[in-house]
């Protein structure tokens, strides 16, 4: 059972909630976040249901959950999240978020030239990592916060929100200085440290699948974000790890419905790490939009052979724009709609 808290509830009456909780013969866990302050309430199932919780002073509202994820559950909310991202952009209950923009941020000219295509094609959101979580310690790592300032001047010029990767909970605070979502990597997804510090800002976060994670271990993770008080997750799938190397992930594009019917999160898919392939990225964006995801998110690169990550599976602008005006059409016929920047 979940217990949600007035906005306004005192120390004392969290306490006087507590102390009624324990009387009562549960035990209990409190989740303090700056928005939001829920006790999750422990005990035998036919004794919670009886129990007079809503009538404690202070209490908003009572929800069974009997899942281990509870905030991001269906049953704690049952109509679909929709989160501000920045410039007017929605994502969730039919606003789809287009990401776009190169694996890496390698220099103001080149981010420049990649975010005024990709927003013409219709992109709403511009990406581009400052801290790149490579395989190799040898490999480019990331300009870090030279290129979160590129990529903030470019948002600004161009008006439209970023999101960048943050890998390491001491980054976090630097990061929401230039950022407007946070992107929590695959390899990143079991970062209890690094969730509960994303959990504590007020920022929308994009949280990618981890490579071997289930369906529950994404909620589970998402879970820790909501439970700080940030409740804006939006849940990414971005291929998860095969025996078949054709391809450099394998895409699970049965999670959209399958995560709909648990999450009222939205569900964003990522076909350039999903995939590898910029041959499939175009078949596999319609899918997932046909599927009802509520975004797409492309690496597009206007030089990919010179890209200094992922440049073998980046579109180049012209394709992005291809399929882009195949999406739209799509999210036409479905009743989506693509959220437009708006100028400040
Ligand atoms: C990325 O978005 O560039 C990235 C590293 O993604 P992932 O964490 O899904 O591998
Ligand atoms: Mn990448």
Do not use: W
Request: glycine share 10%.
């Amino acid at each position: 059972m979940i217990i949600v808290l007035k906005p306004d509830s005192t120390d004392e009456q969290v306490k006087h909630i507590l102390d009624t909780i324990e009387g009562m013969g549960f035990r209990h866990d409190l989740s303090r976040g700056e928005k939001q302050t829920v006790i999750g309430v422990i005990g035998e199932e036919d004794r919670l249901r009886e129990a007079p919780l809503q009538a404690i002073p202070g209490v908003q509202k009572v929800v069974p959950v009997l899942k281990p994820y509870k905030l991001a559950s269906r049953e704690f909310q049952a109509e679909d999240s929709v989160f501000d991202l920045g410039y007017g952009v929605k994502v969730g209950g039919g606003n789809l978020m287009m990401i776009a923009g190169p694996c890496a941020i390698e220099g103001k000219e080149i981010l420049h030239e990649i975010a005024v295509a990709v927003k013409a094609s219709g992109a709403n959101v511009l990406r581009g990592g400052a801290f790149k979580p490579r395989t190799s310690p040898y490999s480019f790592q990331g300009m870090g916060e030279e290129g979160l300032k590129i990529l903030q001047d470019v948002g600004h010029e161009l008006q439209m929100p970023v999101v960048t990767e943050v890998m390491d909970p001491r980054q976090v605070e630097l990061i929401n200085k230039y950022t407007d979502i946070f992107q929590i990597g695959a390899r990143n997804m079991q970062n209890f440290d690094l969730l509960k510090e994303v959990g504590s800002m007020n920022r929308p976060v994009l949280l990618k699948r981890g490579m071997s994670a289930t369906v529950v271990d994404l909620l589970m993770s998402a879970e820790y974000i909501i439970s700080q008080g940030n409740s804006e997750v939006i849940l990414c799938e971005r291929g998860i790890r095969s025996f078949d190397p054709s391809t450099r992930n394998l895409l699970d594009l049965a999670i959209v419905p399958n995560l709909r019917g648990l999450s009222h999160l939205p569900i964003v898919i990522d076909p350039s790490h999903a995939t590898g392939r910029p041959d499939l990225i175009p078949s596999m964006s319609l899918a997932s939009i046909a599927a009802g995801a509520d975004g797409v998110h492309i690496e597009v690169h206007c030089n990919p052979e010179l890209a200094k990550s992922d440049g073998p599976q980046s579109l180049l602008p012209d394709q992005y724009d291809d399929v882009m005006k195949q999406m739209k059409q799509m999210a036409t016929m479905l009743g989506k709609t693509i959220p437009a920047p708006v100028a400040k």
